[in-house]
């Protein structure tokens, strides 16, 4: 992740700036665990195509369900 990336979804999740600096950011609790949420997700899927990469086209792939485990792990 860059840190234009990091620094939108920190904005997504309501982080708010204190100055002309995009470093100075504030935010709540709820903010935060939000923010925290959307990190995995961003990795998680990052790591799932990863897997899906490695696909070599048979019928019984486990680079696939490796991938799809990944995505599940953010429905628990």
Do not use: S, W
Request: aromatic fraction near 6%.
């Amino acid at each position: 992740m860059t840190q234009d990336e990091i620094i939108e979804m920190a904005r997504q999740c309501g982080f708010e700036r204190l100055g002309h600096d995009d470093c100075d950011l504030v935010c709540y609790p709820e903010e935060v665990e939000a923010f925290a949420k959307l990190v995995a997700q961003h990795e998680r899927e990052a790591c799932a195509k990863l897997c899906e990469g490695i696909n070599d086209g048979t019928p019984y792939n486990q680079a696939i369900e490796c991938a799809d485990a990944i995505r599940a792990r953010g429905n628990t």
